[in-house]
């Protein structure tokens, strides 16, 4: 069993920082890949920033060049760094990986969700 677990959010005022880590935990072969969506009431969940299985990070149109994405798989960590926080990035936040526990196979897990609430 694989439980993804997120720390860091909480309320800033536009503007500010946040720093949210995410850590694999359990039966983990390999990390395939990691990332960040998130979720505003009344939306739909959309990805954030990931990093593919390739190696290289995406973002979305509305988060680059404020928001980071980092990694470090030999920890099964994913972080996400973001600055000059605005009232519409307001949401849930899920880590979400693609975690092998044999050699053969992956499955895909979510974060529990941790909220990020930027006040204007």
């Known amino acids: 069993q694989v439980q993804l677990v997120e720390s860091g959010g909480g309320l800033v005022q536009a503007g500010g920082s946040l720093r949210l880590s995410c850590v694999a935990s359990?039966?983990?072969?390999?990390?395939?890949?990691m990332g960040w969506y998130r979720q505003a009431p009344g939306n739909e969940r959309e990805p954030v920033a990931r990093?593919?299985?390739?190696?290289?990070?995406n973002y979305a149109d509305s988060v680059r060049g404020r928001f980071t994405i980092s990694r470090d798989y030999a920890k099964k960590t994913v972080s996400l760094q973001m600055n000059s926080l605005k009232p519409e990035d307001t949401a849930v936040y899920y880590c979400?990986?693609?975690?092998?526990?044999?050699?053969?196979?992956?499955?895909?897990?979510w974060g529990q969700g941790i909220q990020v609430t930027v006040s204007s």
């Open positions: 359990g039966s983990v072969f390999r990390v395939n890949y």
């Open positions: 979400n990986a693609g975690i092998s526990d044999d050699p053969y196979s992956f499955d895909e897990y």
């Open positions: 990093f593919f299985s390739g190696g290289s990070a």
